[in-house]
Every structure is written in structure tokens, then in C-alpha cells.
């Protein structure tokens, strides 16, 4: 793996989470490929995993690219919140080519806050085979009862009055109150940083979600940017939980099996 260009000028915030402090410029924790790696799937999903949550509108074909000598693949990437990664798989069809060197270039990436990274370059090399990752299949009944044991009860996102008008009671609601809706944390108080204003609660167009525009993802997180407690206020989901949410926002959010 190697880092090049000139260092960032990092503003250090006095907001601090977990160690992590804001306006630290996001550190790769590792890659898939590693720098080096020999036999690699002619269908990767690179993955580049950070030490915090990037800004999504950061992510795109010009800032995710790969490279054979002059030749340039062109990739469709992602951010995947939960594990706090991009992926990124070939636009088009055709596989890579048996036994070349290939370069992943990963550069004009920003944390949320808005820090940008320092530029990444991973080398490998093709192998034979054709394996390709697909994306999991949620489970839209095991994801209606995570919110409906944890988010729906008592006074939160349920009864008559839900907090917030958002309703996770039952997929009629999540429907009628979430998908699609703008999120009145982020719109209405203008606190947030550029990466979460605006978002939509959950964000689906054309059938495809987006996890990483779904700013209910980034409160079940409890992202140390989002504006106030994280959810759900009586202790966090387990990794497990976290992921099966958005897997299924991925999917287009469905609502029947």
C-alpha cells in the first residue's frame, strides 16, 4: 500500500469520539486486495476500509479508480456505513485480463466532517479466476422486528404520537414515514455537517437504496456528527443488526418477503 502527495494541513476540532478526533484526515485500516496481492479475482469488490465514516457525496467514479498502464477500468463504488468501507465493483461487464498488474487509485475521498484523505494506491495482479461477490439478501420480516422490539415501543417511534412523526411500528408506517421522507433533524435545525444535511431518513430511488444517504442508518450508528441521542436510547444494535438494516435499505428497502 502506498500513501503519496503532500500531507494535509488537519484542523484538529475540540470534539473528540472515541480517540477518533474531527478534522483528522480518515486513515485506511486495510484493503481488499492488499498492496501486493497475487491471483485476484478477474470480478473483484475492492474494499477499502477507513477508521471513520466518510461523506458520501465524496465517493464516485472520479475519486474510486483503477488503472492497467493507460488503461482505466471503470468502477462503480459505494460506501458501506456500517463497516465503515467503500466497495466498488467494474461498471461493465467484461472481466479483468488474466495475469496483469492493476492499480486501485483512491484519492479526493473526505470523512464526514469534511477532512480529505491522503491519496491511496493498492497494486495486485489478476489470477484465473471469475468469482464474484454478490449482495447479500435481506430479510425485510427480521429487520421489521428490530425496529419493532427496539425503536417502536413506549414512546419512541410508535403509538399515536411517534417521536418526530417517524413511524417504525410496522411496514405500512416505515412506508408512510420514513422512505423517502426528509429527515427533520438534519433540514430543520442546520447543525449538521455537509455530509448528513439533507439526507432523506431512508433513501431509495429507481428500486436501489442507499445506505449511506439514509440518515436513519447514521442514528442507529450513533455517528458522534448526527444531531442529537442516537438510536435506539436504550443501548445500541449489535453489529449483526446494524448490518441486516442496511442490507435491506441496499435492496430498496422492501417491505414484504
Partial sequence: MRFFGAAFCAVLLS???GGLRL???PQVTRTSPSDGELGVSRRPTFQIFFDRTLNPASVNRASVALRSGETRVFLS?????????ILARQLFASPLVQGVQYTLEVEGVEALDGTPMEPLSVDFVTGESEMETQDPVP?????LRIFQNRCSSGSCHGGESPRLGLDLSSAEAISRTAIGIPSALT???GHAPAGLTGMPRIEV???RGRPSRSYLLYKILDDPLIVGQGMP???ALTQREMQE???WILAGAPLEQ
Fill in 205 to 207: 430511488v429507481g428500486g
Fill in 77 to 85: 463504488p459505494r460506501i458501506e456505513p456500517v463497516t465503515r468501507s
Fill in 15 to 17: 470534539c473528540d469520539s
Fill in 233 to 235: 436510547i436504550d443501548g
Fill in 187 to 189: 433540514v430543520s435545525t
Fill in 245 to 247: 438494516i442496511s442490507n
Fill in 139 to 143: 430479510n425485510p420480516g427480521e429487520v
Fill in 23 to 25: 478534522g483528522e484526515p
